[in-house]
């Protein structure tokens, strides 16, 4: 009885050290950055010490992409590890994604159920999972959160909202604030304080098993609510610039208050920390800056699809380094079931890699050598140093990325059998994927889509 106990203690005690050795997870993720807005960026007039300190303590990205330019579509590819083109999430609020018959009914848009999450897919290995924020992902309860891998929710299922209490109830019922399911209350002070209030508070309950927490801010998607306090820090500012320079700050305090309690509880260590942006700055919405990149929120140049990307692991990556080879959000998924203890060939169909090897230096390669995005007919793929824009109605763009950044020099003309090449590259893509749900909607609405198809095979 004795020597049956011992063993059950020897398990027990190998299972918690096993446990803990796996690293906690915490991704912070801001909405609608500008490239260019942050101290890490090159920013000399933005105020972001914490996410400073994080770029100084790992790898920053100077590569990093989204796998589309507006928020829904990202953050299905990121959360899936998938092109989400291939479960037909092409653009934000599709119509009739889920139904086709209710075209209007916001609640019936999301990810399929068959699809799994980073959270589906971090649970058998032992994470509890939480989101703080935004989710966007479907505001149908069978689209919940805690019905997609997480444990805990406090967020509201849209994609935007007041960043301070609403007096009545908003007109819109995905904007409420939830915590957990169906729990529906109002915040006290501002959103971006209260999600790290809430994700500290997670921390600190779970700092014994490993963790997942998914920092999904809203900040800096409108409306552009700024705290006074914060806006009196900006006086070279004006208008939406000091707003959102005061909103940016805000985050960055939020970033810093979660980080702190990583260190005072002494995780920072087995803790790998990750931030990165959804999707390229709206500069006419919200006054972000994506400099030196052309292009904005919405479309496929770069300032559209390349974001500030950090990754920071005390101990496991080397400090203040860059990493200059494209790598993409779709890349966490593969990246964070490997640190889990997770078998990445496990994964169904994913379109990410397991970055591990490639940053610390073990394998040489790119991660990447195609990338691609895709909205309607207009779509692009960057392979090696070359990208191809391909637009319906005008001539393709052609550039050289590692020589032309902010893409003023298109090349077309003078290699017009690399456009060949890409255009194929990117025929070859499409036709592996499932057709957008809203062209169904459209199919359906007596909206003739032949010509679509016709194109689709012009080679």
């Not at 999450?117 to 989101?131: C, E, Q, R, V």
């Not at 552009?224 to 000091?242: I, L, T």
Request: aromatic share 12%.
């Amino acid at each position: 009885m004795k020597y049956s106990t011992l063993i059950l203690a020897l398990t027990l005690i190998l299972n918690v050290a096993c446990a803990q050795d796996k690293p906690n997870i915490v991704l912070l993720f801001s909405d609608d950055a500008g490239y260019a807005d942050f101290g890490f960026q090159g920013s000399k007039d933005m105020i972001t010490p914490n996410l400073d300190k994080l770029a100084k303590s790992g790898i920053r990205f100077t590569e990093g992409y989204v796998s589309e330019s507006t928020c829904g579509p990202s953050r299905a590819g990121m959360l899936t590890g998938k092109y989400q083109h291939r479960f037909g999430f092409e653009e934000n609020n599709v119509p009739g994604y889920m139904s086709p018959n209710s075209a209007l009914d916001k609640d019936d848009m999301g990810i399929p159920l068959d699809e799994k999450t980073i959270a589906d897919y971090l649970k058998p290995l032992g994470y509890t999972s939480a989101i703080f924020g935004k989710w966007h992902m479907g505001g149908a309860d069978r689209f919940h959160p805690m019905k997609r891998g997480f444990d805990e929710f406090y967020g509201f299922r849209g994609g935007a909202r007041s960043y301070y209490a609403y007096l009545k109830e908003p007109a819109e019922h995905l904007n409420k604030l939830e915590k957990n399911f169906g729990n529906f209350q109002e915040h006290e002070g501002y959103l971006t304080d209260k999600l790290a209030e809430e994700a500290v508070d997670f921390i600190e309950r779970n700092q014994d098993k490993p963790f997942f927490a998914f920092v999904s801010f809203n900040a800096v998607h409108t409306p552009m609510d700024a705290e006074e306090e914060d806006m009196k820090k900006f006086p070279q500012f004006e208008g939406k610039r000091k707003e959102v320079a005061a909103m940016t700050l805000a985050m960055d305090r939020a970033c810093g208050k979660i980080m702190d309690k990583l260190k005072e509880l002494g995780l920072d260590k087995n803790t790998i920390v990750v931030f990165a942006n959804d999707n390229g700055g709206p500069t006419d919405k919200n006054a972000s800056v994506n400099y030196p990149l052309a292009g904005t929120k919405s479309n496929h140049l770069e300032g559209g699809i390349r974001v500030p990307y950090l990754m920071s692991w005390p101990g496991q990556l080397k400090k203040n380094t860059t990493y200059n080879y494209p790598v993409s959000t779709l890349d966490f998924l593969p990246t964070f079931v490997s640190l889990a203890g997770g078998d990445v060939n496990d994964i169904e169909e994913t379109d990410g890699v397991d970055l591990m090897p490639y940053i610390q230096g073990k394998n040489s390669e790119r991660p990447h050598q195609t990338l691609y995005w895709k909205k309607d007919c207009r779509a692009a793929v960057r392979d090696g140093d070359w990208k191809l824009l391909r637009f319906p109605d005008r001539p393709a763009e052609l550039y050289n990325i590692a020589k032309d950044i902010s893409e003023e020099n298109n090349l077309a003309a003078q290699h017009p059998e690399k456009v060949k090449e890409l255009y194929k590259k990117i025929f070859d893509w499409e036709s592996t994927l499932e057709r957008p749900r809203w062209l169904l909607q459209r199919k359906f609405e007596n909206i003739d889509i032949d010509r679509m198809d016709k194109y689709r095979e012009v080679k």
